[in-house]
């Protein structure tokens, strides 16, 4: 068997540039709609991205120590694991595969596609090219395949050409973030913004009701701001890992959220609470854009999201195949997922999940996979960072070259805040969180037949 992927080539800039990558997609030009229609205010509209800015820059910062310490390919699946065993490994892993990377993927493809549609009106929904009874395929959908094919053909090079074409997405993207936030207060300075649209921020009440809907309200913006530990499933190729895997999470993670807060203030400014949560579609920043710019507002902003979106499917494809490779080396996933090519990458981890995510495309699910994910990932998160407290105790021997910023009170206080906005989704957004906690439930008889037939194997070697 070919040696792990411990070829050290990503950069601090690299490394950066994946997490921002990863994390700006189509969320931040839409959720805004939704979050509006649910908290009403545009204070509390503001306040749930802080909030989410709080408790995932809390997240990154606890989490720099497990990705400093444990610098091997397959992130989150290998801390679970060193922390509570094998089984809570496999289920991070498991959900990761059926749902969450590979829904995303999907949903990110054909966000893509969509916008790529205005361009060129061939590509829509309506535009059938196959058609058999409830089943069809449109040249969305195809473009959607073609696109997350080529991407993940093109991740089959050595990591250094994946992280070359993701670096060149995110500055692009992160530019174009700039530019929204600029163009967007100065042409509202311009005449078109109104500093009243911040008023009533806030509700006169504050109640028990309130708190609950706004903690429901931050799924879209947590979403948004999910994939910042992309990095980490890497760890094995990032040069300097117990110094660039914790840095380039803090500064990752900031820089997208402060852009995002920024962005939503130019939105309140140009645009009315009433006309954000109206929004054709949802697309709050093509309303912004039609606004300031007219006509060619809505192509400016569609050429946005494409780049975007195209950043963001790189950066996710690239990473995630090293998770199914740790988990393949265990024996807890396809067998060939565990070998490398000559360029030393996962190219079978990388296909697997290609395979899986174009199905998702034309099954048309993927955008309800994805509702039910994100009470999955806080349960995760909130054991990933329970697992620092765990590990300090079981493994005290460990070389932990970075220690978590503010232990333990800031990594309880993040463990205390993602607990509550997993229960308050649970709450207010039962069947979906249901569905995501069936999902992961659904792994257990999937890791008792693993480990069975690895115990066979065991016997019969």
């Not at 800039?13 to 649910?38: H, K, L, N, P, W």
């Not at 596609?113 to 535009?127: D, H, N």
């Not at 039962?430 to 065991?458: E, R």
Request: net charge positive; hydrophobic share 50%.
């Amino acid at each position: 068997m070919a040696s792990p992927p411990n070829h050290r080539k990503l950069s601090l800039f690299d490394s950066t540039a994946i997490i921002t990558g990863s994390m700006i997609g189509s969320g931040i030009f839409i959720v805004s709609a939704e979050i509006s229609r649910q908290v009403h205010y545009p204070g509390m509209l503001l306040l749930a991205w802080a909030v989410t800015a709080v408790i995932t820059i809390l997240g990154a910062l606890s989490y720099g120590e497990l990705a400093a310490a444990m610098p091997k390919a397959g992130g989150q699946y290998i801390y679970l694991k060193e922390a509570f065993g094998p089984l809570y490994g496999f289920l991070y892993g498991w959900t990761l595969f059926s749902v969450i990377q590979t829904g995303t993927i999907a949903a990110v493809g054909v966000a893509f596609a969509k916008f790529t549609g205005v361009f060129f009106p061939e590509i829509g929904p309506e535009r059938l090219v196959f058609a058999m009874g409830n089943f069809a395929i449109n040249t969305q959908q195809l473009l959607a395949v073609g696109v997350i094919v080529l991407l993940t053909l093109y991740n089959f090079r050595e990591v250094k050409s994946g992280a070359f074409l993701q670096n060149i997405f995110t500055v692009s993207k992160v530019a174009a973030l700039i530019l929204l936030v600029v163009l967007g207060f100065y042409f509202g300075m311009k005449g078109l913004g109104d500093w009243s649209n911040f008023s009533p921020a806030f509700p006169d009440v504050m109640t028990l009701a309130t708190i609950g809907v706004f903690g429901a309200a931050m799924t879209g913006s947590l979403f948004s701001a999910d994939a910042w530990n992309n990095i980490t499933y890497t760890a094995g190729e990032v040069d300097r890992p117990q110094r660039n895997l914790p840095l380039s999470l803090f500064l990752g993670t900031s820089i997208v959220l402060v852009l995002y807060f920024l962005a939503n203030m130019a939105y309140i400014y140009v645009l009315p609470m009433e006309k954000i949560q109206t929004a054709d579609n949802d697309r709050v920043g093509t309303l912004l854009f039609e606004t300031i710019l007219g006509e060619n507002g809505k192509y400016f902003m569609a050429a946005m999201i494409m780049v975007s979106t195209f950043g963001c499917l790189n950066g996710i494809i690239f990473t995630a195949g090293r998770v199914y490779y740790a988990m393949a080396r265990d024996g807890y996933f396809f067998p060939s997922a565990a070998k490398l090519n000559k360029n030393h990458v996962p190219a079978n981890s990388l296909a697997i999940q290609c395979l899986w995510a174009c199905l998702l495309c034309f099954s048309g699910t993927y955008g309800d996979l994805l509702n039910y994910i994100m009470f999955a990932v806080m349960l995760f998160y909130v054991l990933t960072i329970a697992g620092l407290f765990v590990l300090r105790k079981k493994r005290p021997e460990m070389e932990r070259p970075y220690k978590a910023f503010g232990y333990p009170v800031l990594p309880a206080i993040y463990i205390l805040l993602a607990a509550l906005v997993a229960l308050d989704m649970l709450i207010y957004q039962t069947s979906a969180s249901l569905y995501g906690l069936v999902i992961i439930l659904l792994g257990i008889p999937v890791y008792a037949f693993l480990q069975n037939k690895q115990q066979k194997n065991g016997r019969l070697s």
